[in-house]
């Protein structure tokens, strides 16, 4: 069986676009929001297991183990069903008085049982110690191997891990899958690395302050002395803008005007106050403007790849 | 709609494990018990009297119980994953009645030998009886459909009790005040008349009476059953 996935809209913005699964297990990548549109919209296809499924709390686990295997029909020994929990040795103590880790695997006991052959879990492994991971981890894989459809979503992408690499991840144009290939990166680390520093020192009050390029806002000349911006405070710098340009470049500056460079990563909105006239909004603490050259704007939008 | 037996101990066992370990709600058993003792020492002798504990004994343990344990799987959120379980709306409803009539029949049985209280035909008396029981029984449930927890199941008796306990003793003002007159078709009174009618030996009042009992009960389980599938489509 397919779960089918309807986009669902907030104004303009999508928020959840369409999608089908096929039947196997996979993971979904996604944010507490978009966990919740999808468990909403699937509300009445499939089964639902939300993280705050309920238990009956004056009974002992044994007895909730009675309870829903004989509701749910199933032929098999108590003892065994405990056993594959992990709560043989709590299983005369009350529900309400568990652990949270051993109650939240308790709760699974419902959707074990009951669900058919689509079936949704929000955040399978939340608030579970290493112990009740290991029972989920084993659960899961139960149900998959009952050949039915299962979707997992979370936001913790190494907990989706523990069961399946496939995992797509959602933005507004549709779902991704993700790529867990690893064979890049260990190439990589077989090459000898090259440790390359490059840090802008300062001077603040008498003490030398090192700053990482991708820290710093914009750099700015201050009667005839460059001034690092980092987080809406300027700190001194030694060298010249020309310099710091050249060390700079690297990192994805650019020297916008004649006295200012600006990190590009930082660059919020091109504003257009006259057709001669342009700021550079950046998108720090305090949204500085800075201005940039009629001449460089040409150069900057190829740059930022905008038109 | 299949029945199983099984589902249905199932969920009777479960909620007597949970009925006798809440002592919020169990307790309450007691109540009418006292009352009993009470009027048995205060010296009733009247039907009027002798009916005040058994109609009180329906509303405080019947109602409430069973509104209650609707109210608890809500409470404790456990609604939803039965409503998904293979249990039948037949099942869920039966399996928890079941576990409250026992329970009204043993106490009411009770109220009636404290009291000292020997009905003229005891065959139709428990027909009346087990009859309003189901009544009660689907006041109940509806109550339970509107409260989310224990504690605002105990404010919903209220009405249940204001209506149907004491109505029975408004009656008495109905000299006074004649509208009061239609106090007569509730069934709580209807269950007094139809007593004084077996005592009296009027056959056809009787079956009279326990058709109005009878009416009443349909009504009630069809919009208890008609909410109930509401709630569960709701789910």
């Known amino acids: 069986m397919n779960i089918q996935i309807n986009e669902v809209k907030e104004g303009s913005h999508t928020v959840v676009p369409s999608f089908s699964f096929e039947a196997g297990l996979t993971g979904v990548y996604a944010d507490i929001k978009r966990t919740q549109v999808i468990m909403h919209q699937m509300k009445h296809k499939s089964y639902l297991h939300c993280t705050n499924e309920g238990l009956a709390p004056r009974l002992t686990v044994e007895e909730t183990f009675r309870y829903h295997r004989d509701l749910s029909g199933y032929q098999v020994p ?17 529900v309400k008085d568990l652990s949270e880790s ?64 496939d995992i797509y991840r959602i933005d507004q144009s549709g779902f991704h899958k993700m790529d867990f290939n690893s064979e890049p990166a260990a190439a990589a680390e077989q090459e000898q690395p090259v440790i390359k520093i490059e840090k802008i020192q300062t001077k603040h009050e008498g003490k030398t302050i090192l700053f990482n390029p991708p820290e710093i806002d914009y750099v700015e000349s201050v009667d005839g002395t460059a001034q690092v911006n980092v987080a809406g405070k300027g700190y001194n710098c030694t060298l010249t803008l020309q310099e710091l340009e050249k060390q700079l470049r690297p990192y994805g500056f650019y020297r916008c005007h004649r006295s200012y460079i600006v990190n590009l990563q930082k660059v919020r909105e091109i504003i257009t106050w006259t057709k001669n006239s342009y700021s550079l909004k950046l998108n720090d603490r305090e949204s500085s403007v800075i201005p940039l050259s009629r001449a460089k704007l040409a150069e900057l939008k190829e740059l930022l790849g905008v038109s | ?22 002592y919020a709600v169990s307790t ?51 609604l939803r994953s039965l409503m998904m379980s293979p249990a039948s709306m037949a099942d869920i409803l039966i399996g928890k009645s079941t576990l409250v009539f026992s329970i009204t029949l043993v106490i009411i049985a009770l109220t009636i030998t404290i009291l000292g209280f020997t009905p003229a035909n005891l065959l139709i008396l428990t027909v009346g009886l087990m009859i309003s029981a189901v009544f009660y029984i689907g006041l109940g449930i509806i109550c339970g459909l509107f409260t989310k927890t224990v504690m605002e199941a105990s404010v919903a008796v209220l009405p249940v009790i204001g209506v149907f306990s004491i109505g029975a003793l408004a009656l008495g003002l109905a000299e006074t005040y004649p509208v009061l007159e239609v106090l007569k078709w509730l069934p709580s009174v209807q269950l007094i008349l139809l007593e004084g009618y077996s005592e009296a030996g009027y056959t056809s009042d009787i079956v009279i009476a326990l058709s109005v009992i009878t009416a009443w009960t349909v009504a009630v389980l069809v919009v208890a059953g008609v909410l109930f599938k509401k709630r569960m489509k709701d789910e």
């Open chain 2, 1 to 22: 709609m299949n029945v199983s037996v099984k589902r249905m101990r199932a969920i009777f066992i479960k909620d007597y494990k949970e009925f006798s370990r809440n």
């Open chain 1, 102 to 165: 051993h109650r939240n695997c308790l709760s699974f006991l419902p959707t074990f049982l009951y669900s058919g052959d689509m079936l949704l879990i929000e955040e399978p492994f939340d608030r579970l110690d290493e112990e009740g991971r290991q029972v989920m981890i084993q659960l899961i894989r139960k149900l998959a191997d009952k050949q039915k459809t299962i979707l997992l979503l979370g936001y913790n992408l190494e907990e989706l891990l523990f069961v399946t690499e």
């Open chain 1, 78 to 94: 108590l003892q065994e069903m405990i056993a594959s929990f992990g709560l043989q040795h709590v299983q005369k103590t009350k």
């Open chain 2, 28 to 78: 309450m058993v007691l109540m009418p018990l006292i009352l009993a003792f009470f009027y048995q020492n205060a010296g009733a002798s009247t039907l009027d009297m002798y009916f005040l504990p058994i109609n009180m004994t329906f509303a405080v343990v019947t109602t409430f119980i069973q509104a209650c344990l609707i109210a608890e799987e809500k409470e404790s959120n456990t």
